[in-house]
């Protein structure tokens, strides 16, 4: 059975940092496209940002967290991080990564949730002093 499972996330101060990784069951996401969406409070879902298999560079970001939130793999754990920096009082929310299974060694990434096919429960991220 494959499952994908965010883990970390928490409280922290505005002005901190979070890191949250993306973790696989059943499935190398390695191998595979990874995006990270969020949900805030009173507010649809939306992207945070992606990272492609292959290609240079391999990471796109959103407007509101490019050049503060970094998305990077970790090829020994098999496992993709969302490191947060900077996290201002827009940023909490419900943190979900997703991959994309019918991405094999893709260049460039997408975040269009529907591209998606596996998804975690979602992480809280709360930034408040």
């Known amino acids: 059975q494959v499952r994908v499972e965010e883990v970390g996330g928490g409280l922290v101060e505005p002005g901190g940092s979070l890191s949250l990784s993306c973790e696989g069951s059943?499935?190398?996401?390695?191998?595979?496209?990874v995006a990270w969406f969020r949900q805030r409070p009173g507010k649809a879902r939306e992207a945070v940002g992606c990272?492609?298999?292959?290609?240079?560079?391999?990471?796109f970001y959103e407007e509101g967290v490019e050049g503060r939130f970094t998305i990077a793999r970790d090829y020994n754990k098999d496992t993709v991080t969302l490191q947060m920096n900077a996290l201002t009082p827009e940023d909490p929310g419900i943190y979900y990564c997703?991959?994309?299974?019918?991405?094999?060694?893709?260049?460039?990434?997408?975040?269009?949730?529907?591209?998606?096919?596996?998804w975690g429960q979602g992480a809280q991220v709360t930034v408040s002093s």
């Open positions: 990272i492609a298999v292959s290609g240079k560079p391999n990471t």
């Open positions: 997703a991959t994309d299974t019918d991405t094999v060694g893709a260049p460039y990434c997408a975040i269009v949730p529907n591209g998606y096919d596996y």
């Open positions: 059943g499935v190398e996401i390695d191998l595979y496209n």
